[in-house]
């Protein structure tokens, strides 16, 4: 059992390791560069509203896993009914597809081209399969051109900004819970025995204070466990000697500070991974250094707009793939949370996908706004006249890119850092995978009961097995 374990970053897969080592009788020290615990899992207070950072909704097929988020929770807590949509060709249609609504609301050419496309793709593959080489093939081949691009391919490569073939099959296979058009038609006509995560419809979340109560739950539970939390702390660097790490170094008040770790001590980094790679000092080597520069992320700009008028849609969230619109996805704070707005009032948050530092990431806030306002207001969802007030966030590392050549990289950084001994790379960041909040708590837990008893299920099993996520 170590004697103190620090953990690099105060996230949720940072802060359920936290609060589960403190409980365990460890002492912890947890460094967030933000002034605040919950890393994408945050709620931000704009005057008299409150937003998340887009939407987020905890839901888990793991009792344990919802038992501890909603310990975090403490009573804060109650049960939505999902609802999202896709906004297209001046329509909404269900997400997760259903076959009436698609029927209903597609143009009738498009259709009919759809099911002519479906069932020559569906002959093609019997006579001779084709490899899920890219995302835009997995989809083609199971939906056929028309489908595949009308509401997947479109929509991902608006959002990512690359073409869908240079997009990891990994990206299809775990965010589309759909087999096929066939598939879409059984799941609309019965219930699954076996609900994919796409499908379900009831979450949790916080009555007050929005997901961000889940992270600042579990800095409540560290420090009654007698946890330091330092908010303002970015970490430098990491100095390596004899295969671990001696110290770090880390901006805080102004000032660089210099942490050394003891000889029973560990370190915990839910940072970006490739970015921890850079950290190190001395340098990894030139192929190692390599792959992490070649290990991107997606960055995104939100936009929240707050609106006089008491709701916009009954959505939790809205997908918007067509290219014209900058803005790709929307969400309405209020309909998770009525607590989030003033009565009267409602908050839409608008994201718009980036890289960091390019013409996107470097518009003034005001050019932003304007931005979002004109797409939302062109498809008629209100009145420019109806926004109060806006404001912007920018957060760097926000998707993790899973292109053609993610799994090589990750493979070359996951096993350069398993070399240095006193070191654990966890949490979404830090596995460079893309999961959900229950994946990102499943992972803290797990490298605590580890550090704790020296024993338990690998962290790194997390978001592995055969699921969809959000």
């Not at 008299?48 to 009573?75: C, I, Q, W, Y």
């Not at 991974?273 to 190692?288: D, F, G, Y």
């Not at 949490?427 to 229950?438: E, H, K, V």
Request: include cysteine; proline fraction near 5%; hydrophobic fraction near 40%.
């Amino acid at each position: 059992m170590p004697s103190h374990v620090h953990i690099l970053g105060g996230g949720l897969a940072g802060m359920s390791c936290a609060a589960d080592l403190a409980k365990a009788g460890i002492r912890v020290t947890v460094l967030e560069a933000q002034a605040q615990v919950g890393g994408l899992a945050q709620t931000l207070r704009i005057g008299d509203f409150e937003t998340d950072l887009g939407p987020h909704r905890f839901h888990t097929n793991a009792a344990a896993v919802h038992e501890h988020a909603k310990s975090a929770l403490d009573g804060n807590v109650h049960d939505r009914i999902r609802m999202s949509r896709i906004y297209l060709f001046r329509r909404f249609f269900h997400y997760p597809l259903r076959a009436g609504n698609v029927i209903r609301n597609l143009p009738p050419w498009i259709l009919l081209r759809s099911f002519i496309d479906y069932w020559l793709m569906w002959f093609r593959q019997k006579l001779k399969p084709t490899p899920d080489s890219s995302f835009d093939a997995y989809v083609r081949k199971r939906f056929g051109n028309t489908l595949a691009r009308v509401f997947f391919s479109t929509y991902t490569e608006k959002a990512w900004q690359i073409p869908a073939t240079r997009i990891s099959p990994d990206w299809a296979s775990q965010r589309i819970t759909l087999l096929n058009l066939w598939d879409v038609v059984k799941k609309t006509l019965t219930r699954p025995k076996n609900v994919p995560r796409t499908y379900v419809s009831k979450f949790i979340y916080p009555r007050q204070g929005g997901v961000g109560q889940i992270a600042k739950g579990y800095q409540r539970i560290a420090e009654r466990g007698g946890a330091t939390i330092r908010t303002g702390a970015q970490v430098q660097r990491l100095e390596l000697e004899g295969g671990r790490v001696a110290r770090f170094v880390y901006l805080a008040d102004g000032r660089e500070q210099v942490q050394p770790i003891g000889p029973d001590d560990r370190v915990v980094s839910t940072l970006p991974i490739n970015r921890l790679v850079e950290m190190l000092e001395p340098k990894a080597p030139a192929a190692v250094l390599q792959a992490a520069s070649e290990l991107k992320h997606k960055a995104i700009v939100f936009v929240f707009l707050m609106l006089d008028r008491p709701q916009v849609t009954p959505d939790h969230w809205v997908y918007l793939p067509e290219k014209h619109l900058t803005v790709h996805r929307i969400s309405e704070m209020k309909n998770f949370a009525e607590s989030m707005c003033p009565a009267g009032k409602t908050l839409l948050c608008a994201e718009i996908t980036c890289n960091e530092g390019d013409a996107r990431w470097r518009a003034s806030d005001a050019e932003l706004a304007a931005v979002a306002t004109r797409d939302l207001v062109s498809i008629g969802l209100f009145r420019a006249e109806e926004v109060g007030s806006s404001a912007v966030r920018r957060v760097p590392y926000s998707y993790p890119l899973y292109d053609l050549d993610y799994r090589r990289n990750l493979t070359t950084l996951l096993a350069h850092l398993r070399a240095i001994g006193n070191l654990i790379s966890t949490g979404r960041q830090g596995l460079f995978r893309y999961g959900n909040m229950d994946h990102s708590i499943a992972m803290g837990a797990r490298v605590a009961r580890t550090l704790s008893t020296g024993q338990g299920p690998d962290h790194g099993e997390v978001a592995t097995e055969d699921e969809s996520f959000d």
